[in-house]
């Protein structure tokens, strides 16, 4: 157990009305500088900032309404926030592109890996920037349906080894592995993934495991969102066990914790 790496917290705001869990919503400008001022103050190294909804069943807006209500946020939280990572959750290059043009370096959050947008991987590689690749198949209308696997920890590792010549061909020699829980995996996938999860570690590449709140927790407790932050946190501690870098949340003190008793533990 490796307790000295580096363990990050990364505080997700999301620009819009629909994500899943209700208290992580900020249609305003306003509402995102209060939350991402309560992340860094809880100690959030990274703060993701998202304008669409993937969960399931969501409807994608599009690139402009994406940056449209993105432009304002991350204008604002660069400029309360200078010296904090901004990671932007979306699968547009263009986007990209015009989020480099206004606050500069920042972390590429895309759920699809490249795949959604065959401009993604190419603009990430010339302009230098750190990339999340996340595993899924399908869209958030058609994932639920896509489940079928022989061995999931097997395909999703596999899935990567594929990315990596990928991102090795577009330049991008700093990149993120994220393996989508929720996205594509039964309940029993997403357990089985985690538990297995130290499969998926490869030297010089760091893990981000975003669990907060999803659906595979509540479900198997019975309950909503909303009623599931303690699950969450005793997940949190065994995706760190099994070598978790980055852990994607809506209740950063709490992660915080996590972290410390972790750390505790070697």
């Known amino acids: 157990m490796d307790t000295d ?26 509402q995102a500088l209060s939350l991402a001022a309560r992340y860094v103050r809880e100690g959030a ?15 994608p807006v599009g690139a402009d309404v994406e940056w449209e209500r993105l432009k304002p946020v991350l204008k604002a939280v660069r400029e309360s926030f200078p010296d904090v ?40 590689g010339s302009l230098g920037l750190e990339y999340v690749a996340m595993h899924k198949r399908g869209n958030p209308m058609t994932m639920h349906n896509l489940t079928q696997y022989e061995d999931v920890v097997g395909e999703v590792d596999g899935y990567f080894d594929a990315f990596a010549l990928k991102a090795g061909e ?25 538990r297995r999860l130290g499969e998926l570690v490869r030297p010089g590449k760091r893990v981000l495991v975003g669990i907060s709140r999803k659906s595979f927790i509540y479900k198997t407790l019975g309950s909503t969102p909303e009623d599931s ?31 410390t008793m972790y750390r505790r533990l070697a």
């Open 5 to 30: 790496r580096q363990i990050d917290i990364m505080g997700i705001i999301n620009v819009n009305d629909d994500s899943y869990f209700s208290q992580s919503r900020c249609p305003s400008v306003e």
């Open 45 to 59: 190294a990274i703060l993701d900032i998202g304008a669409c909804s993937t969960r399931p069943g969501s409807l």
């Open 85 to 124: 990572r901004i990671s932007v959750d979306t699968y547009w290059a263009d986007v990209v592109r015009k989020t480099y043009d206004l606050i500069g370096d920042f972390i590429v959050n895309d759920i699809s890996a490249g795949e959604d947008d065959p401009a993604m991987l190419p603009v990430v």
């Open 170 to 194: 577009c330049g991008i020699a700093r990149w993120i592995l994220d393996p989508g829980f929720g996205f594509a995996k039964t309940v029993e996938q997403n357990f089985e993934m985690l």
């Open 229 to 259: 932050l303690p699950a969450t946190q005793a997940l949190h501690l065994q995706a760190l066990l099994n070598g978790a870098d980055i852990l994607r949340v809506h209740d950063v003190a709490e992660a915080m914790q996590i972290v």
